[in-house]
């Protein structure tokens, strides 16, 4: 998802209170970040940000970190925050690629990837966030029963993760390649801006849950 560039949009993240202005300085303190010890799950390119902030409002004890690379993207999360704040949700404008710098050893409980970017291109491969290089840099901040859990629509992407999962030596927990017609692992799902817009048109949702 790329808006509109939005002028204006740096600067307002820069000075707002849900964003986290220098996440490397919050590596290994995100626990007192919160101000308390609840575990820490995150979204990586949560787009304008419904399912994280439905998921924390669902959850005020679980603590939600937010990514997105883009600040005109981000910016509607932060809208959104204004008008609903929530205790338990930061976010960043950041690439995940530096994600290790960000969370150290065991200090994430849970990764969730919704309708990631595809990167189409066999050389861009590195660069979806459920190859296995993203495999490897999850494996370092994600506590030891943590797990990844991934949607899409795109058929190609998800075979595609399904590939890298073994390749990295994870586990496949679980997967659907309907998950809204899949009682069992769509019970309390919680939908996306993309889940609700693809699956309008008919295309079938795809999870999978991974751990190591
Ligand atoms: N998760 C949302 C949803 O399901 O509605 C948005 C999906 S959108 C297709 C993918 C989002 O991931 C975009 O907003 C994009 O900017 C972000 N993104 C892609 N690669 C990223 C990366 N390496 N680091 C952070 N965000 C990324």
Redesign the pocket.
């Known amino acids: 998802?790329?808006l509109r560039n939005i002028p204006g949009s740096r600067e307002v993240i820069a000075e707002n209170k849900w964003c986290i202005q220098e996440p490397e300085q919050q590596k290994g303190h995100w626990h007192e970040a919160f101000g308390n010890d609840h575990p820490i799950y995150i979204?990586?390119?949560?787009?304008?940000g419904?399912?994280l902030t439905t998921l924390a409002k669902q959850n005020p004890n679980i603590n939600y970190v937010g990514?997105?690379?883009?600040s005109s993207?981000l910016l509607r999360g932060l809208q959104k925050m204004e008008e609903e704040p929530l205790e338990n949700v930061r976010f960043i404008r950041?690439?995940?690629?530096t994600i290790c710098d960000v969370f150290d050893k065991d200090e994430v409980s849970k990764i969730y990837l919704?309708?990631?970017?595809p990167w189409p291109k066999d050389r861009h491969a590195k660069?979806r966030?459920t190859s296995r290089q993203f495999f490897a840099r999850y494996d370092k901040i994600l506590k030891k029963d943590g797990v990844v859990e991934f949607k899409t629509d795109n058929v190609d992407l998800f075979d595609f993760s399904l590939e890298e999962i073994k390749e990295a030596n994870w586990n496949l927990d679980a997967f659907t390649r309907d998950l809204h017609h899949d009682s069992a692992m769509n019970e309390g799902n919680v939908m996306?801006?993309?889940?609700e817009r693809f699956s309008s048109m008919g295309n079938p949702i795809h999870k999978l849950i991974a751990s190591r």
């Open positions: 998802m790329r979204e990586i390119g949560m787009g304008k419904q399912f990514i997105e690379k883009y993207v950041m690439d995940a690629e919704n309708f990631s970017d660069r966030l996306t801006e993309y889940e």
